[in-house]
């Protein structure tokens, strides 16, 4: 059974806005759906424009208290393949059928249990528009062949041919818009002044996601940087305690 695709209105929606990844590890103390929803409304009331939300139970959640448009994804291990986000058309059809307006899912390069085309197929049978998640511009080039309505850079740095890099990949973004791929700009976006430089680089939106609603993140960032600084000096008063 197919399904009337969104308007691309959503898109035009989320034009030039911040969307908020709303997500918690398995593991986390913020890992329950109730807690995500919160953190969703939180995220909503702060301006957010848009939301992206893991798992189906997550989009139950945060749909029932937010009428945000929703990006919507999975993510499953698997010992066949490196591609967890949103592996599989079964999963991709569900997130659309539950309301999400977007669906995510893994269009790299790496070996995959599903082309890239089969995903977009089902995700747009289903309702939804096709974000394809990329690490490199071929991998978007390849993606927009293959039928998807935009890509994201949420996957650059965390593939083998993508670079490794605690900033986020300004490059790739301006590879996109010199080839004239919409995106949205994702990954290690951690302060306001990059995330409106993603804008400036002719990013369509802008996800943010650890540093808005994940504060174990947050909490290791600082812990870090003061275990840095306390190895590089040490002040008489602090020897003195």
């Known amino acids: 059974m197919t399904h009337p695709r969104p308007p691309r209105s959503v898109l035009s929606r989320l034009r030039s806005q911040l969307v908020v990844s709303v997500q918690a590890d398995d593991g986390s103390p913020l890992r329950d759906s109730r807690i995500i929803a919160a953190l969703a409304r939180a995220a909503e009331v702060g301006g957010a424009a848009g939301l992206r939300v893991r798992s189906a139970g997550d989009v139950r959640a945060v749909r029932a208290v937010s009428a945000l448009p929703l990006i919507g994804l999975t993510k499953t291990w698997r010992t066949d393949t490196e591609v967890y986000i949103t592996p599989t058309p079964g999963e991709a059809r569900e997130l659309a059928e539950l309301g999400c307006e977007l669906v995510a899912f893994d269009a790299t390069r790496r070996p995959r249990p599903h082309p890239v085309a089969e995903m977009v197929a089902a995700i747009q049978g289903s309702g939804a528009l096709a974000l394809a998640d990329v690490s490199t511009l071929a991998e978007a080039e390849a993606a927009m062949a293959d039928g998807a309505d935009v890509v994201s850079t949420a996957l650059s740095g965390y593939t083998p041919n993508s670079p490794r890099q605690e900033e986020p990949d300004f490059e790739l973004m301006r590879a996109l818009t010199a080839a004239g791929i919409p995106f949205f700009a994702e990954g290690r976006l951690r302060t306001p002044a990059e995330a409106a430089r993603a804008l400036d680089l002719g990013a369509h939106a802008v996800?943010?996601?650890?540093?808005?609603?994940?504060?174990?993140?947050?909490?290791?960032?600082?812990?870090?940087?003061?275990?840095?600084?306390?190895?590089?000096?040490?002040?008489?008063?602090?020897?003195?305690?």
């Open 207 to 241: 996800v943010v996601g650890s540093a808005i609603t994940r504060p174990d993140d947050i909490t290791r960032w600082f812990a870090a940087a003061l275990r840095d600084a306390a190895e590089r000096t040490v002040s008489p008063v602090t020897e003195a305690l």
